[in-house]
């Protein structure tokens, strides 16, 4: 009998840290955004879902782009909590660290934090926005800029950020402090870049500044503080690297797009 108690306390183990495919569908929420409000998943974009048995979040992957995210986990995994997109964002179930900086436009434009409610039983992921987005392009951009940075002299815009409840969502939102966001820059010749930063959401002013190791070649503020909502991504006046003036008016008029009013997609 003892043989035969230890035989079965052996193989339980073995039973429950076997290893099977878990799948989760999203709805028509999208991570790639294009300039018209049109969303789509891309092949190989990667979300974080919560594994309450381990305590730890497990990676899924949508191979084929179309919001159904697969992943490979112990079999006696509970996953609930949470979903995160990007994955690698969330510190937790209750927070995410957004960069400090970025390899590339590329990159920057695709990180913004989404989240999802999950429940244990329950495929279907429903993401929502955490916070804003600010889009910038900068025309005749020269080879000597190496990087584009975001700042504000009175809001952390990299770090950590807690999860708070407002109007119903999840949200991220402005905290005191001086912080920026850096996006790299690798040009070759004169030309055009379009860069979208996530951000927290709240009202700050802000500075766009470029330059390169030795330091800012131009800087671009703010007259005061400009207003970011969740869900919504404000596209800036573009500027002209060659002629662009040192300041912009806070009050002059911001393209404003919230990425959620399309019930078709969101």
Not at 55 to 62: I, L
Not at 222 to 230: A, H, N
């Amino acid at each position: 009998m003892a043989v035969l108690w230890a035989v079965a306390c052996s193989r339980e183990p073995m039973t429950e840290s076997r290893l099977v495919e878990w799948a989760f569908d999203t709805e028509y929420t999208k991570a790639s955004i294009a300039d018209g409000g049109a969303f789509s998943w891309q092949q190989g974009d990667r979300i974080d879902i919560w594994n309450a048995t381990s305590s730890a979040f497990v990676p899924f992957t949508t191979l084929a782009g179309k919001g159904r995210f697969t992943a490979t986990a112990p079999a006696n995994a509970s996953f609930s909590g949470a979903a995160f997109y990007p994955a690698g964002i969330a510190g937790s179930v209750s927070y995410v660290t957004l960069p400090a900086s970025y390899a590339s436009p590329e990159t920057a434009t695709a990180a913004f934090p989404m989240y999802a409610p999950v429940s244990a039983g329950d495929h279907l992921l429903h993401f929502k926005h955490l916070g804003a987005m600010v889009n910038l392009t900068v025309t005749r951009l020269q080879p000597e800029v190496t990087r584009l940075e975001l700042r504000s002299g009175s809001t952390l815009l990299s770090g950590r950020f807690d999860l708070a409840t407002v109007s119903g969502h999840q949200a991220i939102c402005q905290q005191s402090g001086s912080g920026s966001v850096v996006v790299s820059l690798s040009l070759s010749e004169e030309g055009t870049v379009s860069v979208t930063f996530p951000v927290p959401t709240g009202s700050y002013p802000i500075s766009i500044c470029l330059g390169n190791a030795g330091g800012d070649l131009l800087v671009i503020s703010s007259s005061g503080s400009l207003s970011f909502d969740r869900a919504n991504r404000y596209k800036l006046k573009t500027f002209d690297y060659v002629t662009a003036r040192y300041a912009f008016d806070s009050g002059e008029p911001v393209e404003s797009l919230n990425v959620e009013d399309d019930s078709a997609n969101w």
